[in-house]
């Protein structure tokens, strides 16, 4: 089992991804690629920041959902989550004033 990170997963719909990292994709069984929700999550979170959410989030859901297995998360993982995902969102709302 390869569990993906979104480093790894955005990388691969970039305009020019990693040769390398595509390589060893090609070597990996469908039934052994996985994402978490989690990383879901924060391409989601990327996709609406950025100026083209519309183009990325199709992009997920035209290419790389169908394309991978995905891993849920039990309620302690998603409150961690969640109390990241704000200290992180209040760490940029303080940075940007």
């Known amino acids: 089992m390869f569990l993906f990170d979104t480093d790894t997963i955005t990388n691969i719909v970039k305009p ?18 996985y994402i978490s929700t989690i990383t879901i999550s924060e391409i989601v979170y990327g ?11 199709n992009n997920l859901e035209t290419i790389l959902l169908p394309a991978v297995n995905i891993v849920g998360f039990d309620a302690k993982s998603r409150l961690m989550f969640v109390a990241g ?7 940029a709302a303080r940075h940007s004033i």
């Open 85 to 91: 995902f704000a200290q992180n969102l209040r760490n």
């Open 47 to 57: 996709a609406e920041k950025s100026q083209r959410p519309e183009y990325h989030l």
């Open 16 to 33: 020019r991804p990693s040769q390398n990292l595509l390589a060893k994709l090609e070597q990996v069984s469908k039934n052994q690629q």
